[in-house]
């Protein structure tokens, strides 16, 4: 004999058939059951609507508890009747690790295993349960180096620069390279100020940003194809001048008001050119031999049902050139003594999760590189959402230049007038103009994260596996 709890919560004794071996019992029972103990045993439905009830609303255990009792009090059931909330939570914890959540919960159909645009946030929901001793993907015994990024001229050049375009000095004595120079004398007039036409081109070209960032062309597919013409003369401004606003929007805005008869100047394709030619020299590198990255093993504190590793990880020499040239604003992370620093999501622009990371050290640019490295292998997304993106190119370039050179980054919609100083190459909100760009949701990850927070009252005390499961229940069901 032993007490079955029914799908209210409510005890009754019952009588149950045990058939044990050496390793394991079987419980003969009329109806599907799930042992708690030889003595207890609970109706699945009772633990399954709770399962419902924590992913969609957030509810507590104890929340849960005490509505069974407010039930029981309406059928004149003693309170004594009722499965006790220590017995609901001790089954609620062998039912939630032993659950299985299908890998096709995570993912979506339209956009494939490896969607072509992926959005990145970090969400601040920790737990207190220490996680600095479990391990990450491994990494290699090799360091690679890490390599500059072509900018034009030096940071403190290109600031007097745009002092003089915005009419606030004299024009700076700086040797810049010839096709540079070209334009520029092409663009000052007799009396050395800059022509009204020629202003928003030549502050596109000096803004804070390494050269591939201000341009995002890539070293293949189409978008390169359209700048190559561009820079060769061969592009046909006529006939694809709304194709070339599509793809290159802050470009376009700069060279439109340049154009005559549907032709543009010779300076413009020579500037454009040389900035390609050293962008190529950092994109067009040899990437890393593989067998020097760490062995591709499955860390605790990841879940990525659809992306099993393609490699461990590696170490890289100090980047001391992108901080001297980088100015845009630090992304600024408040910290909870108390809490683990919370996930790094990762979704389609259809709210779709594909997997998400426990972090150890708080949110940076270095967990959405390495996510990218370790997972994605040669599937790298055409463009990569986040709202610091201006740092994470620079820091996956320096890098790792041919992996990520034809991935465009992008800082989504809200986070973009955050970004003072760095390229508009790099905002969503520049690409209005291209229908498929202008329909993608930047913010999916905030949405989910706004729909996770009512966990905020549980997650904190869980263990580590049950907090990992509790974020996988929510993520499929919403």
Same mark, same amino acid.
């Given at each position: 004999?032993?007490?079955?709890?029914?799908?209210?919560?409510?005890?009754?004794?019952?009588?149950?058939?045990?058939?044990?071996?050496?390793c394991c019992k079987h419980i003969i029972f009329p109806s599907?059951?799930?042992?708690?103990?030889?003595?207890?045993?609970?109706?699945?439905?009772?633990?399954?609507?709770?399962?419902?009830?924590?992913?969609?609303?957030?509810?507590?255990?104890?929340?849960?508890?005490?509505?069974?009792?407010?039930?029981?009090?309406?059928?004149?059931?003693?309170?004594?009747?009722?499965?006790?909330?220590?017995?609901?939570?001790?089954?609620?914890?062998?039912?939630? =690790?032993?659950?299985?959540?299908?890998?096709? #919960?995570?993912?979506?159909? $339209?956009?494939? *295993?490896?969607? &072509? /645009?992926?959005?990145?946030?970090?969400?601040?929901?920790?737990?207190?349960?220490?996680?600095?001793?479990?391990?990450?993907?491994?990494?290699?015994?090799?360091?690679?180096?890490?390599?500059?990024?072509?900018?034009?001229?030096?940071?403190?050049?290109?600031?007097?620069?745009?002092?003089?375009?915005?009419?606030?000095?004299?024009?700076?004595?700086?040797?810049?390279?010839?096709?540079?120079?070209?334009?520029?004398?092409?663009?000052?007039?007799?009396?050395?100020?800059?022509?009204?036409?020629?202003?928003?081109?030549?502050?596109?070209?000096?803004?804070?940003?390494?050269?591939?960032?201000?341009?995002?062309?890539?070293t293949r597919g189409r978008r390169r194809e359209i700048i190559?013409? =561009?820079?060769?003369?061969?592009?046909?401004? #006529?006939?694809?001048?709304? $194709?070339?606003? *599509?793809?290159? &929007? /802050?470009?376009?805005?700069?060279?439109?008001?340049?154009?005559?008869?549907?032709?543009?100047?010779?300076?413009?394709?020579?500037?454009?050119?040389?900035?390609?030619?050293?962008?190529?020299?950092?994109?067009?590198?040899?990437?890393?031999?593989?067998?020097?990255?760490?062995?591709?093993?499955?860390?605790?504190?990841?879940?990525?049902?659809?992306?099993?590793?393609?490699?461990?990880?590696?170490?890289?020499?100090?980047?001391?050139?992108?901080?001297?040239?980088?100015?845009?604003?630090?992304?600024?992370?408040?910290?909870?003594?108390?809490?683990?620093?919370?996930?790094?999501?990762?979704?389609?622009?259809?709210?779709?999760?594909?997997?998400?990371?426990?972090?150890?050290?708080?949110?940076?640019?270095?967990?959405?590189?390495?996510?990218?490295?370790?997972?994605?292998?040669?599937?790298?997304?055409?463009?990569?959402?986040?709202?610091?993106?201006?740092?994470?190119?620079?820091?996956?370039?320096?890098?790792?230049?041919?992996?990520?050179?034809?991935?465009?980054?992008?800082?989504?919609?809200?986070?973009?007038?955050?970004?003072?100083?760095?390229?508009?190459?790099?905002?969503?909100?520049?690409?209005?103009?291209?229908?498929?760009?202008?329909?993608?949701?930047?913010?999916?990850?905030?949405?989910?994260?706004?729909?996770?927070?009512?966990?905020?009252?549980?997650?904190?005390?869980?263990?580590?596996?049950?907090?990992?499961?509790?974020?996988?229940?929510?993520?499929?069901?919403?």
């Open positions: 004999e032993c007490m079955l709890a029914d799908e209210r919560g409510l005890l009754s004794k019952v009588t149950i058939t045990v058939e044990s071996s050496t599907r059951v799930f042992s708690l103990s030889d003595s207890l045993i609970l109706a699945p439905a009772l633990l399954k609507f709770y399962e419902s009830l924590l992913a969609m609303n957030g509810t507590t255990l104890s929340g849960y508890w005490r509505s069974l009792v407010d039930y029981a009090k309406e059928s004149t059931r003693s309170t004594d009747d009722l499965i006790s909330l220590s017995s609901l939570s001790r089954a609620w914890n062998l039912y939630i =690790l032993k659950m299985e959540i299908p890998p096709e #919960k995570f993912g979506c159909q $339209e956009c494939g *295993r490896y969607p &072509p /645009v992926l959005v990145f946030d970090g969400i601040q929901m920790g737990i207190r349960s220490s996680i600095a001793n479990e391990s990450s993907v491994p990494n290699g015994k090799y360091t690679f180096p890490v390599t500059p990024l072509p900018y034009l001229g030096k940071l403190p050049e290109r600031r007097s620069m745009l002092s003089f375009l915005d009419g606030s000095g004299d024009r700076p004595n700086i040797n810049w390279p010839i096709p540079i120079m070209d334009l520029l004398n092409e663009a000052i007039d007799t009396e050395g100020k800059v022509k009204t036409q020629y202003k928003h081109l030549l502050k596109m070209l000096f803004e804070n940003s390494p050269l591939p960032l201000i341009h995002q062309a890539g190559d013409r =561009l820079t060769s003369g061969r592009l046909n401004w #006529k006939d694809e001048e709304l $194709e070339f606003q *599509r793809q290159f &929007p /802050v470009i376009y805005g700069g060279i439109r008001p340049l154009i005559v008869n549907d032709q543009y100047p010779e300076t413009i394709g020579k500037s454009l050119k040389f900035m390609m030619e050293q962008s190529d020299l950092l994109l067009r590198e040899y990437p890393h031999i593989e067998d020097r990255y760490g062995p591709p093993e499955e860390s605790k504190l990841e879940c990525f049902p659809l992306w099993p590793l393609e490699r461990g990880l590696t170490s890289y020499t100090k980047d001391q050139q992108g901080h001297d040239q980088l100015e845009c604003a630090e992304k600024v992370i408040g910290e909870n003594r108390k809490l683990s620093p919370g996930l790094m999501l990762v979704m389609c622009p259809h709210r779709r999760p594909y997997g998400f990371r426990v972090l150890k050290t708080p949110e940076s640019v270095k967990n959405v590189f390495q996510i990218m490295m370790t997972r994605l292998g040669a599937n790298m997304p055409q463009t990569i959402v986040y709202d610091n993106s201006c740092r994470l190119a620079v820091y996956c370039l320096a890098r790792e230049a041919s992996r990520f050179g034809s991935v465009r980054f992008l800082v989504d919609r809200f986070h973009s007038h955050n970004h003072k100083s760095c390229s508009h190459s790099l905002r969503l909100r520049s690409y209005e103009s291209d229908p498929l760009m202008a329909c993608i949701n930047s913010q999916s990850c905030e949405q989910t994260n706004s729909l996770l927070r009512h966990l905020g009252n549980s997650l904190p005390f869980m263990s580590l596996a049950r907090y990992i499961k509790t974020i996988q229940l929510s993520l499929s069901r919403n």
